[in-house]
DNA sequence: TCCAAATTTGAATGACTATTCTAAAATAGA
DNA sequence: TCTATTTTAGAATAGTCATTCAAATTTGGA
């Protein structure tokens, strides 16, 4: 959660204690639909629980929906620019890849609400997906899965990897670790998730039966 | 979808017709349910669907939620029988892996709709699964990914595979397949989903990196 | 053909909930 | 402190929808 603490003079202190009461909700809100999904959840909730009147809530948001759609098209956003920074700073195909599953992981293991809601709004796009936002959101999770494929096609013509269609390996590879995910969240166990990393780039680089990946320093 | 003209003279007209009609107000359902998700589909169109009265449904199911609850049950159980039988005609555990592979690759290519509510089922869990009916669904899912941990602790221990965790490995490939099936689905394409079988294998066994699997006769 | 039992119907019920409205409270400048 | 403006609260509204009900229809045997 954003800290009521840090200033920023350049907003002024209404604009900034609006922003940090709009942050509050959403995530207020993120924890409820994670809960109990997003038709459980009551507007009445949202506002019992963070505090505030019903009208106050339609202030700052027009519709329920909004709140669905706004928390869920933030945090794609920001799990989009983490792996963009991630390959940035990775050099091989290899490492890239690594690069994106680790902040994948890591981003989960902290963000275990979205995680629910992210895994679970594929099937609510039919519904909410007319909406502008919900194309946007679309498109980012699109976006995605491309600059995965995209990492994997340049692996195959340096010839690191083998001749593989890309996209769909980047959707076997997203759907792995989508289930890993779930699997560990559902199982509350107490190991991080990125513990898992090692195995899992095995698996993906030499899979069952082929030769074990020798580990590079972490 | 049953047929009406399957006749089974032990059970009498009057059970065939009931058996029948309470089948076909599943599949009509099934296709709701897949379009348009559990919360928007309504009880009155599951009724018009099916040209049946409010009523009459009702006298077929306690409720909204049996109906959802009933098809994914007798669906999933389906499924995890024709996993089980595909395995026992199967030798090696890799034979066996191809064979729960194809098997579900064919399932879901005949019953796309259904797909839509099987993937999603585990979302509406929370809500849902405090029902007895609820409870046996969770378990048969869980069942089946337990076979197929099983088939990879076998080709572990028979040294055929790497020292991989077994269940690990079940939950990463199921998400594999999964997220193939979705991705397949929504792009609608023409090819038949089964034709990607051998790329999956390949990558499962070999991996991004490792050999080319030889390709057996089919 | 006729009747009692079983089945079907769709309108009525009751509960729920997103959104709006009105009035009260807080705020900030003078 | 006073007052105009902004913000808040929660009750009222309006609509939706799962479920039930009372009446009508169909069925199968006599």
Redesign the interface.
């Known amino acids: 959660m954003e800290n009521l603490n840090s200033h920023n003079m350049a907003l002024g202190r209404r604009k900034q204690e609006r922003n940090w009461r709009r942050q509050y909700i959403l995530n207020v809100a993120e924890r409820l639909f994670a809960?109990?999904?997003y038709?459980?959840t009551t507007m009445a909730e949202i506002a019992k629980a963070s505090e505030f009147g019903m009208a106050t809530i339609y202030r700052f948001f027009k519709s329920k929906d909004k709140i669905y759609l706004t928390l869920l098209h933030e945090k794609i956003d920001l799990l989009l620019r983490l792996v963009k920074q991630a390959i940035e700073e990775a050099q091989t195909p290899l490492e890239k890849i690594k690069a994106i599953i680790q902040v994948k992981l890591k981003f989960f293991q902290e963000n275990r609400d979205f995680f629910?809601i992210y895994?679970?709004h594929?099937?609510?796009i039919?519904?909410l997906v007319r909406e502008e936002l919900g194309k946007k959101i679309d498109r980012k999770y699109q976006e995605g899965l491309s600059i995965l494929a995209q990492v994997?096609e340049e692996?195959i013509f340096q010839g690191?990897?083998?001749k593989?269609?890309p996209k769909?390996?980047a959707?076997?590879?997203?759907?792995?670790?989508?289930?890993?995910i779930?699997?560990w969240i559902k199982s509350e166990e107490e190991v991080q998730l990125t513990s898992?990393l090692p195995?899992?780039l095995?698996?993906?680089?030499?899979?069952?039966?082929?030769?074990?990946l020798q580990r590079e320093g972490r």
Not at 171 to 180: F, K, N, T, Y
């Open positions: 809960q109990k999904g038709y459980q629910r895994a679970l594929r099937q609510n039919a519904v994997i692996g690191e990897f083998k593989f269609p769909e390996m959707v076997l590879i997203s759907g792995m670790i989508q289930a890993l779930h699997e898992k195995v899992i095995d698996f993906i680089f030499y899979g069952l039966k082929g030769e074990k």
